[in-house]
């Protein structure tokens, strides 16, 4: 079953196909009856933007088990400047090839337009095609323009709205839709490498990095010990990373920023990578987490994604205090409790200046929440994090700017109830096969997940305070595991 998802009229598209056709909004608030495994998703949605419509259709659609076409790393890729630009960068030498092959027949800036890989102009057929291994787009225009050397340029790439096509775009883009939903989507296979040594992202000006120093020590310890070498790089090291083998992100991670820059960076070298940029897309997002762990039934808090005209009736279904939260919030940042309807509505709407959706999620106090960490599948270990004195959460962000943290208490894996290891299990072998921190909550009505975190704090003496030395030398072999993986 293949759903497109577009705001134009089915009447704009062929019988056969206008049958297809579905409203982005309405695929988004109602969980549709479509089969998990075979439904595929053709997301055409105008607003392409970083947490617009677009984005947050594939974004529930990869939650619901549906294949769909653009994938939100897709999405990403084509919003992230920094991302945008480094594989426009590899795309530059197969348009300078080309132009040399063709010779000087485009004396002037031109634009190509390309529909599912393929384009109208002939002469750039292979290129149209690298360029759709870059990025899994729907509808491109890309930019080409000579630099001041006289060689050919990705100047730019563009989405294109299925709203605003052109004559010709228009019988090209029919006769591409045509052809894209009888075939198979597959994406591009990341390129492989074989060095030795870890990169370690790092930014000791983070208030809330997920490492202190004294961490970092003990794992470039762990490395030397199996003959790895380790290089702490910082924001402007990109350009540096295609010289190591794997790269460990130890930076608090989000879509829209330069970690995601680095993680698709690293796979896209074929570097063993944690965190990955899949882990990245899938744990920073709460609706998607939301959406993902109720598809497959875990317990969770009594959760609805808001848009603003559900935000007005969610406290039908949920009691005050009600906690609402932004999609891309950590470290408790952007999670505000409600506790009457003038402050829902006024917070709400505050944030959803942001964000096309909010989540609204029951309020369940409780003195700690447990902390799991999971490493390729396998609980690494198992923290209570104790609320902020005074405080509902376990960082408070105080008015003054200041930050208070609540205490801990480190066990053996061994030692947390087998109910709490489950389900941390569970839900990190949804995200992937990385590292995942499990917050869950033990309440009268059985244990819930809060979220899965994708780079959870490793500091010295919290969470390695009962594995010590050897936490860090399992994260070192799993890399090495990787990487030996990898050369075959």
Not at 280 to 305: F, W
Not at 329 to 344: P, Q
Request: proline content about 6%.
């Amino acid at each position: 079953m293949v759903v497109i998802l577009t705001e134009r009229k089915p009447d704009s598209f062929p019988p056969a196909i206008a049958a297809l056709v579905r409203a982005p909004r309405s695929y988004i608030t109602q969980v549709p009856p479509f089969p998990e495994d075979s439904t595929r998703i053709l997301n055409l949605t105008t607003d392409c933007s970083y947490l617009g419509m677009a984005y947050y259709a594939s974004l529930l659609a990869e939650a619901r088990g549906h294949k769909v076409l653009p994938g939100v790393d897709a999405i990403v890729n084509l919003n992230r400047g920094s991302v945008r630009r480094l594989l426009i960068r590899e795309l530059n030498e197969a348009l300078r090839t080309r132009m040399v092959g063709l010779g000087a027949v485009e004396p002037n800036p031109f634009t190509l337009f390309i529909a599912f890989g393929a384009t109208p102009d002939s002469r750039f057929g292979k290129f149209a095609r690298q360029i759709w291994e870059a990025f899994q787009f729907p509808l491109l225009r890309v930019a080409i323009h000579p630099d001041p050397k006289h060689q050919w340029k990705v100047d730019d790439i563009d989405p294109v709205s299925a709203k605003a096509l052109g004559v010709d775009e228009e019988t090209f883009f029919q006769a591409q839709l045509a052809k894209a939903l009888k075939g198979e989507w597959k994406p591009p296979k990341p390129r492989k490498t074989a060095r030795w040594s870890l990169a370690v992202l790092y930014n000791e000006a983070d208030p809330l990095r997920p490492s202190d120093k004294g961490a970092l020590r003990k794992l470039a310890r762990a490395a030397e010990r199996r003959g790895m070498e380790v290089d702490i790089i910082g924001k402007g090291d990109l350009g540096r990373l295609a010289q190591f083998d794997a790269l460990f992100i130890r930076e608090t991670t989000n879509v829209n920023h330069h970690t995601f820059t680095f993680a698709r960076a690293a796979e896209a070298e074929g570097m063993p990578v944690i965190d990955d940029p899949q882990s990245i897309l899938r744990c920073t997002n709460k609706v998607y987490l939301a959406e993902l762990l109720n598809a497959h039934g875990l317990p969770t808090p009594d959760t609805r994604v808001l848009d603003r005209r559900l935000l007005t009736t969610v406290d039908r279904h949920l009691d005050y205090p009600i906690v609402l939260k932004v999609p891309d919030g950590s470290f408790s940042r952007g999670v505000v409790k409600v506790d009457t309807r003038e402050a829902l509505l006024k917070v709400g709407r505050e944030l959803l200046s942001s964000s096309d959706l909010i989540l609204a999620q029951e309020f369940l106090p409780t003195s700690y929440d447990w902390r799991i960490g999971v490493l390729n599948g396998q609980p690494l270990f198992a923290c209570q994090y104790l609320m902020s004195r005074k405080h509902w959460q376990i960082v408070n962000h105080k008015a003054d700017g200041t930050v208070a943290m609540g205490g801990f208490h480190t066990l053996d894996v061994d030692e947390a109830p087998p109910e709490v290891i489950t389900l941390a299990l569970r839900s990190a072998a949804l995200m992937g096969n990385g590292l995942y921190g499990v917050d869950i909550k033990q309440t009268d009505r059985g244990c819930v997940v809060i979220e899965v975190n994708d780079n959870p704090s490793l500091d010295s003496g919290v969470e390695d305070k009962v594995l010590k030395d050897q936490l860090y030398n399992i994260l070192v072999g799993e890399f090495i595991r990787r990487l030996e993986e990898a050369q075959g």
